[in-house]
């Protein structure tokens, strides 16, 4: 009887232990803002290659702007959110383009558009899947891989490194990694502390936490 009880006593220890391993768990809660104040600014970096009829060359132009999003939770569960977009512009275009006037919204509709949006949306669905925990590995629906590298920080918040990638088969038939985007994201920070999207082997768009705060 005595080692009967021990036996149950041992089984449920190990339970326990199981589910504080769990519960200790660190999964990235995405477009979750639990604090009552949170302050993120980005700087977001586009590359574009175009062909230089002068030099006879393609050329790489980056442009570079920063993004504001600050939240303040109201006593009623609502938020006070003020968004705002800071972009370099040339005499010409402030001439011809003035989406500018828009305010935060047409800046954040710049970061959240075309292959942007449509990555955001996709790592979204498996953030609360993939356990952050260095050399995790991931398969995701569309055939992508993730894998979690490193543990970075960002902007003075620690956060884990993930790289999503294909795997294709070479001329010579060696299996290669092809790197599509590389994510820096924290557990309770609800969005990215950066996004890098490659195509071909090369940056085209970086978007980098370079203030934070959350009270």
Do not use: C
């Not at 199981?18 to 993120?40: C, H, I, M, R, T």
């Not at 790489?60 to 609502?78: F, I, M, T």
Request: hydrophobic share 40%; net charge negative; proline share 1%.
């Amino acid at each position: 009887m005595i080692r009967k009880s021990l036996l149950i006593l041992a089984s449920v220890a190990v339970v326990l232990s199981f589910s504080l391993v769990a519960l200790a768990q660190d999964y990235w809660n995405y477009n979750v803002f639990p604090y009552d104040y949170e302050k993120f600014v980005y700087e977001v970096r586009n590359y574009e290659s175009s062909w230089d009829w002068d030099t006879d060359e393609e050329i790489v132009k980056e442009k570079k702007h920063y993004q504001l999003l600050e939240l303040r939770k109201l006593d009623d569960g609502s938020y006070e959110v003020t968004q705002g977009n800071t972009v370099v512009m040339g005499a010409e275009e402030l001439s011809s383009d003035l989406s500018f006037l828009g305010g935060g919204l047409s800046g954040l509709a710049m970061i959240l558009s075309g292959d942007w949006f449509g990555e955001i949306f996709l790592l979204g669905m498996w953030a609360s899947d993939l356990e952050l925990e260095v050399g995790n590995n991931m398969q995701t629906f569309d055939g992508s891989r993730l894998r979690v590298v490193e543990e970075q920080t960002v902007a003075g918040v620690k956060g884990y490194l993930i790289r999503k990638f294909v795997r294709e088969t070479d001329d010579d038939g060696n299996r290669v990694d092809i790197t599509t985007s590389e994510w820096v994201i924290a557990p309770n920070v609800g969005w990215p502390l950066q996004l890098i999207m490659y195509q071909d082997g090369e940056v085209v768009s970086q978007m980098t936490l370079v203030e934070y705060e959350r009270k």
